[in-house]
């Protein structure tokens, strides 16, 4: 049986991805060679990768508007150092609402400056902060736009008087916004658009050659934009189950119809959070993640016939990370809402049985 997955991570892909990705594993293109063992310079792979591009900006609404799309490797976490290796000159401002921000913030001081604009930590993150200005002199202003470990997302974005670079890795294609306010938006894909080995930057070229050092080439964007992401042996399979992924959005109707669903997703899950007496969520209301939900049970002597529950229900991943304790239903993209209801029924039948 399948199981209803509220894993923050790697996450559940749509089934018709999942039976396309597989039969590709043992005959990719009726080539009669597995998408595991094709040359990454052959034509059939150039093709995905130049469709994997094409639709990433398509989707995001930033086509012919001076933006590059890259799969690039080493996940999140590189993009930390890679951004500010690329723009950070003097100074870069940051806005701190989680362990991601924070460790970007690490790996930028390394280069130069850091001005953390504001910092939701004396809460341990459970808001987003409001009310901050940004720096004119910095280089770049970097935010994160949804924090998967305290299921915080932020609603709005500044208008920044200096250069936009956001995280998006979990939250990436799941809401309309105006994307072309962000020069630079990296995301891990093994959110919302993929497996796990394969991160996806949209950066404007027109930011990009502005730092006086010498960058190494694997961390230089404007290597990996000449090359085509080609630079170096790509990672063929998660790329090519990104492709298929965007391919399912695009087909569902893109972000705006995505986004219904997600909007309906998270409303089933934070009525019955706010409704059910046994059930607290952490984040403050007016920040709370559609992508998200992090609750606490109000009666911890009731946790493990909740954890009985819901396990027997056929729900996995629905522990919350160690930070916040508790529980977390990450409701990415490709999660039905089926698979929401049925974990409501059981936040349900906790209370009757308490």
């Given at each position: 049986?399948k ?8 996450c ?5 991805v ?7 594993i ?6 009669g060679?597995?998408?595991l ?18 639709l ?6 930033l ?11 080493g ?31 690490k ?10 604009v504001a ?13 901050y200005?940004i720096?004119s ?11 998967t ?12 008087p ?26 891990g ?15 404007k ?28 042996t790509?990672s ?12 399912w959005?695009?087909?569902l ?22 409704r ?16 998200n ?5 109000t009666?911890p ?7 009985d529950?819901w396990k ?6 629905l522990?919350?990370h ?19 209801e ?8 906790l209370?009757?049985?308490?």
């Amino acid at each position: 049986m399948k199981k209803h997955n509220f894993s923050a991570g790697p996450c559940i892909l749509p089934q018709t991805v999942f039976k396309e990705a597989s039969e590709a594993i043992l005959n990719f293109n009726n080539s009669g060679l597995s998408i595991l063992e094709i040359s990454h310079r052959s034509k059939d792979f150039v093709s995905v990768m130049d469709e994997a591009q094409k639709l990433s900006l398509e989707l995001l609404g930033l086509e012919g508007k001076g933006y590059k799309a890259l799969f690039l490797q080493g996940g999140a976490s590189t993009q930390f150092i890679m951004t500010a290796y690329n723009l950070l000159q003097n100074k870069a401002a940051y806005l701190n609402t989680g362990t991601w921000s924070t460790k970007a913030i690490k790996e930028a001081k390394l280069f130069g400056e850091i001005d953390e604009v504001a910092s939701s930590a004396d809460k341990n993150f459970n808001y987003i902060p409001k009310g901050y200005s940004i720096p004119s002199d910095a280089d770049y202003f970097h935010c994160t736009s949804n924090n998967t470990i305290f299921g915080t997302q932020m609603k709005e974005f500044p208008n920044s008087p200096i250069p936009l670079v956001c995280d998006m890795s979990s939250d990436i294609f799941s809401r309309k916004l105006d994307f072309s306010k962000f020069d630079l938006i990296y995301a891990g894909a093994q959110k919302n658009m993929g497996p796990a080995g394969t991160t996806l930057v949209i950066v404007k070229e027109s930011i990009l050659g502005k730092v006086q050092r010498q960058i190494p080439s694997m961390l230089d964007y404007q290597v990996h934009i000449k090359k085509d992401s080609m630079f170096n042996t790509p990672s063929v399979y998660a790329v090519y189950v990104s492709m298929l992924t965007l391919r399912w959005l695009k087909k569902l109707g893109g972000i705006e119809a995505i986004e219904k669903i997600n909007n309906k997703k998270a409303e089933t899950i934070y009525n019955e959070i706010d409704r059910n007496p046994l059930f607290k969520g952490y984040a403050e209301k007016e920040d709370r993640s559609i992508m998200n939900a992090t609750f606490t049970l109000t009666e911890p002597k009731l946790e493990d016939l909740f954890n009985d529950l819901w396990k027997a229900a056929g729900i996995n991943g629905l522990n919350g990370h160690r930070s916040v304790g508790g529980y977390r239903a990450s409701m990415y993209n490709a999660l039905p809402l089926e698979s929401v209801e049925i974990l409501v029924t059981v936040m349900k039948e906790l209370e009757t049985q308490a």
